[in-house]
């Protein structure tokens, strides 16, 4: 059974950071694209960043390009969200999402919340 769990959300001040992470059972984990996802309230999801089996690339939403940092660990088969200069506007609700061909499978969430 395939699983991804989230963790590291909470609330937090304008300007400061947080690090998700993501971790991975039950797939080989090298095997996947990660990607994170953001939903609004009210909207639907929009991808936030994504990065490469092995690490090698990383895209990044307009909005958090500079400020966010994707990354991977394969040994621990955990994908990190790193979010620094963190906004009111980033309040969300987080997902990773791992992806293989037509595989894709996601994780339960984890709310972020800044304050002004």
């Known amino acids: 059974q395939v699983q991804l769990v989230e963790s590291g959300g909470g609330l937090v001040q304008s300007g400061g950071s947080l690090r998700l992470s993501c971790v991975a059972s039950?797939?080989?984990?090298?095997?996947?694209?990660i990607s994170w996802y953001r939903q609004f309230p009210g909207k639907a999801r929009e991808l936030v960043a994504s990065?490469?089996?092995?690490?090698?690339?990383?895209t990044y939403a307009d909005s958090v390009r500079g400020r966010f940092t994707i990354s991977r660990d394969n040994a621990r088969s955990t994908a990190y969200l790193q979010m620094n200069s963190l906004k009111p506007e980033d309040t969300a609700v987080y997902y990773c999402?791992?992806?293989?061909?037509?595989?894709?499978?996601w994780g339960q969430g984890t709310q972020v919340t800044i304050s002004s």
């Open positions: 039950g797939l080989t984990f090298s095997g996947y694209a």
């Open positions: 990065i490469s089996k092995f690490g090698s690339s990383t």
């Open positions: 999402k791992a992806v293989y061909d037509a595989e894709a499978y």
